[in-house]
Nanobody, 126 residues
Framework: EVQLVESGGGLVQAGGSLRLSCAAS????????IGWFRQAPGKEREDISC????????YYADSVKGRFTISTDNAKNTVYLQMNNLKPEDTAVYYC???????????????????WGQGTQVTVSS
């Protein structure tokens, strides 16, 4: 059974940091692109970062570039999202997802992700 389980969300003050984890199981980790997404109340889902399937390149949305870092621990089949200098507008439910179809490019292709986690809430207070 394919599973993606996010953790690490919480409440943090503006300027603070959080590290989200996405533990994957039930599929060959290296054969999938892994992406992080977020959705704030009343807003559309936003693709914020991903690691490509082909060469493990990383990509970031402009809204998080320079503040967020995606990384993997292959031994643990886990993807991390280090979030620094958090802003109130980063408040959202954060999801990780996996795609076996995407190759070199993985950002902005949310509909191509096959498996999704349940999400973790991140709240940034001003």
């Amino acid at each position: 059974e394919v599973q993606l389980v996010e953790s690490g969300g919480g409440l943090v003050q503006a300027g603070g940091s959080l590290r989200l984890s996405c533990a994957a199981s039930g599929f060959t980790f290296d054969d999938y692109a892994i992406g992080w997404f977020r959705q704030a109340p009343g807003k559309e889902r936003e693709d914020i970062s991903c690691i490509s399937r082909s060469d493990r390149s990383t990509y970031y949305a402009d809204s998080v570039k320079g503040r967020f870092t995606i990384s993997t621990d292959n031994a643990k089949n886990t993807v991390y999202l280090q979030m620094n200098n958090l802003k109130p507008e980063d408040t959202a439910v954060y999801y990780c997802a996996a795609s076996g179809a995407l190759g070199y490019y993985c950002l902005g292709y949310g509909s191509h992700y096959d498996y999704w986690g349940q999400g973790t809430q991140v709240t940034v207070s001003s």
